[in-house]
């Protein structure tokens, strides 16, 4: 089998990162980074690139496909190409996944019309514009589609991805080679968890992410 990860300029790397580690770690399965061009995409703040070793031409029909995020969702749903390369590969893909604001790229391109599906506190709002139905929890499967919430979210998904494609075991395994076992410090996870004055200092921030 064959995963997809979608960069692009301004992507999020945990977003891509993190299920890569999960996704990598199942034997047998290929897992390429792809990109509206070739090589280096460079991250939300400028600070990281990460490389696509494959140009979407070059990769037609992935059984996964994962749509990373980014504070700066124009960059990825403002791109034609690439909406039209995702229409075309979740009509034949196993699976079609997000993580973060990836989802808007999915629903930009038609694939969450009537599909429940979530995506970052500071966007969930957003996904209506697109004919989706917002759910606030961290995973939500609709279908084959799989949509993971604010960026860390993207472990948990892969993970579950991993244990309905290849079995418990092999994402128990996956789960233990990253000693995924998080126990942080603080309590404040989710725009319901922590301080009042944080959330909104967020919000003020970032606005509406769409």
Aim: charged share 20%; proline share 6%.
């Amino acid at each position: 089998m064959q995963a997809a990860i979608l960069l692009y300029d301004g992507v999020t790397v945990l977003d891509a990162i993190g299920p890569y580690e999960v996704l990598q770690c199942v034997p047998g399965l290929e897992v390429c980074f792809v990109a509206h061009g070739r090589g280096e995409k460079r991250a939300d703040f400028k600070r990281l690139g990460l490389v696509a070793d494959y140009d979407l031409a070059d990769v037609s029909r992935p059984d996964i496909v994962l749509v990373p995020g980014t504070p700066f969702p124009q960059s990825l749903v403002g791109d034609p190409a690439v909406l039209e390369w995702l229409r075309a590969v979740h009509a034949t893909s196993t699976w079609t996944t997000s993580v973060c604001t990836g989802a808007m790229g999915l629903a930009a391109a038609g694939i969450l019309a009537g599909k429940r599906a979530t995506t970052h506190w500071l966007a969930i709002d957003a996904l209506t514009q697109f004919g989706a139905i917002p759910v606030k929890e961290r995973v939500v499967r609709d279908g084959k589609i799989w949509t993971a919430a604010g960026v860390s979210s993207g472990i948990d998904m892969a993970l579950a991805l991993v244990g309905e494609q290849f079995g418990a075991d092999a994402a128990r395994t996956a789960q233990l080679v990253i000693e995924y076992d998080p126990q942080p410090p603080f309590d404040s996870g989710s725009p319901e968890k922590a301080p009042a004055a944080i959330v909104a200092m967020l919000r003020e921030q970032f606005g509406n992410l769409m």
